[in-house]
């Protein structure tokens, strides 16, 4: 996963899978099949890490409004490692793959509503505690944050700073008021 996620589909080689597994190539087929398999379970198993790490952070904390704050302001941590950003490997499948492979374009669709639900379950327990307004429809909301993530990822991806994503994420916060 790691190799698709650093590289994207395109530019990751059968070298580089067999490579970075230590397995052999008949090993490779054998056990996965093709690339394009071995791609497609990668991000069912992405979109699995995600939806649990996602799920524990909503269920772990102090209210649905922190758990929004946590979401967006952690983008700022990306920025500040030395590490290049990898930006999401769903949104960046979706940039790459999406339009012209069915079955990864079903992938990305369940991996993009999957996020927002959780999304719109943080909104909605953020409605109940009286952080977000209640006349705003959650599910828009989550479609928002999910976007805005998107290109949050995408700005951090370009280079912007640690500031700059922060400041993003208060407005975005804002708005939900």
């Keep these: 996963m790691e190799v698709f996620w650093a590289k994207g589909y395109e530019a990751s080689s ?3 899978l067999i490579s970075a597994m230590r397995i052999s190539k008949s090993s490779f087929y054998q056990a996965f099949g093709s690339k394009h398999q071995l791609f497609e379970a990668c991000l069912v198993r992405f979109r699995e890490q ?3 790490r996602m799920t524990v952070a ?7 409004m922190a758990f929004l704050r946590f979401f967006l302001v952690s983008l700022a941590d990306e920025v500040r490692t030395t590490e290049p950003s990898k930006g999401c490997l ?7 793959l999406a339009g012209r492979d ?20 943080a909104v909605k327990r953020a409605q109940k505690e009286g952080s977000v307004g209640k006349q705003k429809d959650p599910k828009t909301l989550s479609q928002f944050l999910l ?4 290109g949050m990822k995408a700005m951090v991806k370009a280079g912007a ?12 916060l804002s708005a939900l008021k």
Excluded: H, K, W, Y
């Excluded at 769903?90 to 790459?96: H, K, L, R, S």
């Design 14 to 16: 059968l070298q580089d």
């Design 50 to 52: 995600q939806v649990e």
């Design 58 to 64: 909503l269920d772990s904390a102090q209210s649905g």
């Design 90 to 96: 769903i949104m960046n499948t979706a940039t790459e």
């Design 102 to 121: 069915p079955s990864v374009a079903t992938l990305v669709q369940q991996g993009t509503c999957a996020f927002m639900a959780i999304l719109e379950r």
């Design 147 to 150: 976007a805005l993530l998107a």
């Design 161 to 172: 700073s640690a500031g700059t994503v922060e400041d993003v994420a208060e407005v975005a």
